[in-house]
């Protein structure tokens, strides 16, 4: 049959993927063709997908004129033979020996030339004759759109992968992307699939937050609230929890609690400090307390732990001790600065500062190492140290 047209790809189904056990016969072994012909097609369905080819299905038969002339002439030009040499899976099909294929492609016209990527996709279907320059412009349509259906491919992978390691924004992003394109390519409905359940669990979270602020325990619900903005950022459950983290911010009653409670967090912080002996950490969170907290219980309580410091003189000297290493540690960092400026002199008073705060410590051997560098000369070995 002669046809010199091209039918568009969205008139046809996916490339038949059961069709399992149809063959055609080989190609005459005295009309070799320019690159290796494959006879089978579950053969050649499944080659294209193991190498991530797309597929050239040509159907014809053995007594049609322009299948003859197709092979003949425009499948042995160089620009095309070596297009699909080294980017399809050429597969040539007889009609009348695989009908049920013939029938499932819609083939109406000798030859039918379906151009598919690796996943079934028909990306071009053209009947009849057509010339090398045409025939070749389909070609490379075809290789980019197979192209493109990689990168959703990996993109859908890659999905995977973040949403094993817990990166589920990046998952969101990279599955909106293959939705957004993959049109009605399997890869899409996959990708639709996954981000359905990626944003059921983030309802689910939604759900948790409205529970705790319906028993009264806005905090709690705020946190919830929030964890799932972070963890879940680019789904509607996390825009939803945004609104509603608003919301509950703006009522007076969320606001004396999130007071109540950084009151008592900073309590809780100070006494395990106290605990611990970090007597100037524990002072300047008691600070804290009594000034932005002073008419709560806590910024009296933390008065009171100050006062047991201040009124120890062992406490206080260790307090005095820390806060002299915190400043050591300030004025080498200075000292360092000034150096990298070519200011010799501040760097010099910097580190003079530190060997007067902290002597026979390991900042102070910092300080006279630097010193002796500044100075041209090689640093001595101290001796004598007591702290670590």
């Known amino acids: 049959m002669l046809g010199l047209s091209t039918r568009p790809a969205g008139r046809v189904p996916a490339l038949v993927v059961a069709a399992v056990g149809l ?53 042995r030009d160089p620009a095309v033979s ?13 009609a009348r020996a695989n009908p049920e294929l013939a029938k499932a492609l819609k083939v109406q016209v000798y030859p039918t030339t379906v151009l598919a990527g690796a996943d079934g996709k028909i990306h071009a279907f053209i009947e009849g004759y057509l010339e090398a320059d045409r025939f070749a412009e389909h070609l490379k349509r075809a290789a980019n759109a197979a192209a493109t259906a990689d990168w959703m491919a ?22 909106r ?38 028993k009264g325990f806005t905090p709690e619900a705020m946190d919830t609230l929030a964890e799932l903005m972070k963890t879940y950022a680019g789904t ?39 605990r611990a002996g970090r007597y100037y950490d524990c002072l300047q969170r008691c600070d804290h307390l009594a000034a932005a907290f002073a ?22 000297a260790t307090a005095c001790e820390q806060m002299n290493e915190r400043t050591a540690a300030m004025y080498l960092t200075l000292a360092e600065s000034w150096t990298k400026k070519g200011q010799a002199a501040e760097a010099t008073a910097c580190l003079d500062k530190v060997m007067k705060l902290v002597p026979n410590s390991r900042q102070a051997a910092a300080a006279q190492a630097q010193l002796a560098q500044l100075q041209g000369r090689n640093p001595a070995t101290p001796t004598g140290f007591t702290k670590p």
């Open 154 to 175: 990996r993109d859908y992978q890659e999905a995977g992968k973040a949403i094993g390691a817990g990166d589920y924004p990046r998952a969101v992003s990279l599955l």
């Open 295 to 316: 008419d709560r219980p806590e910024g009296k309580d933390g008065a009171a732990l100050a006062a047991e410091i201040k009124g120890n003189p062992d406490r206080l």
């Open 236 to 274: 509607q459950a996390a825009a939803n929890a945004a609104t509603r983290m608003a919301g509950l911010a703006d009522k007076p009653e969320t606001a004396e609690r999130q007071k109540a409670r950084q009151a008592r967090d900073l309590l809780a912080l100070a006494r395990e400090e106290f």
């Open 82 to 94: 070596a297009a699909v040499a080294s980017g399809f899976i050429p597969l040539k099909l007889d």
């Open 177 to 214: 992307g293959v939705i957004k394109d993959a049109e009605d390519r399997p890869v899409g409905a996959k990708a639709r699939e996954v981000l359905e359940g990626v944003e059921r669990q983030a309802a689910g979270r939604l759900v948790r937050a409205r529970e705790l602020e319906e």
């Open 23 to 75: 063959t055609a016969p080989p190609g005459r072994a005295a009309d070799p063709a320019p690159f290796a012909w494959r006879t089978d097609y579950n053969a050649a369905r499944r080659e294209a997908q193991d190498k991530g080819l797309p597929l050239m299905v040509v159907v014809g038969t053995e007594q049609c004129f322009y299948c003859k002339k197709l092979d003949a002439t425009t499948l």
